[in-house]
């Protein structure tokens, strides 16, 4: 379990500093052919069938943003780095899309709620989880759901949310809750890996 010296080390990050070159990464990015091919068709299995309202949180430079308009949605991404939003907001310029600079625990949109809310590797860096995604279980349609991307990343001083202790938080907002391991699909990654990495897709 991580502690509160793993979280801290994630909040140290300075995010407008790392915006410049986030996209770097094979995952981040996406910009090899295969692993973009390869994301769209998770959110393709993921989202839902027919155009809808996606909330991405902690949304970064809008690579998951795009592939989800590419594919018919109205996305409204946030980040708290007005880096990130500024590139976020030139990747999708001409898109259904909109970046608001905040805080993905608490999200600026208002009394405005959502066909789905999509994190990424987001929410194990947040205090409070359980907190939190009550909150954002409050900003979901009937019928909405979760997309959460999460994981448990290194070997000497792992810090993550490890897949059980997400679903059991879900359980009481949640009617369905599904996992899908990922750690195998190395070409979402762009490299082999071997910590534990999965999505969770939660129907309220």
Excluded at 57 to 78: D, F, K, N
Excluded at 126 to 153: K, M, N, Q, S, T
Aim: glycine residues 8%.
């Amino acid at each position: 379990m991580r502690n509160e010296s793993d979280r801290t080390v994630a909040v140290s990050v300075d995010w407008d500093a790392e915006a410049a070159r986030f996209d770097e990464e094979p995952d981040h990015g996406l910009g090899a052919p295969e692993v973009r091919a390869a994301w769209a068709e998770r959110l393709r299995a993921w989202l839902p069938a027919r155009p809808a309202d996606v909330l991405d949180l902690g949304c970064g430079t809008g690579s998951l943003s795009l592939l989800a308009a590419e594919q018919g949605h109205r996305v409204t991404g946030v980040d708290s780095s007005p880096a990130m939003v500024a590139r976020a907001r030139a990747k999708l310029a001409g898109r259904d899309a909109v970046f608001l600079l905040g805080d993905a625990a608490a999200p600026p949109v208002g009394e405005r709620l959502f066909d789905t809310v999509l994190v990424r590797h987001v929410l194990w860096s947040l205090p409070d989880p359980a907190r939190v995604l009550r909150h954002w279980r409050g900003l979901l349609r009937p019928g909405g759901r979760f997309v959460l991307v999460e994981g448990v990343w290194g070997a000497v001083a792992p810090v993550g949310i490890p897949a059980e202790r997400l679903t059991a938080l879900l359980a009481p907002l949640a009617a369905d809750v599904r996992v899908e391991r990922l750690s195998a699909a190395a070409v979402l990654w762009g490299k082999e890996v071997d910590d534990e990495r999965y999505a969770v897709v939660a129907t309220v």
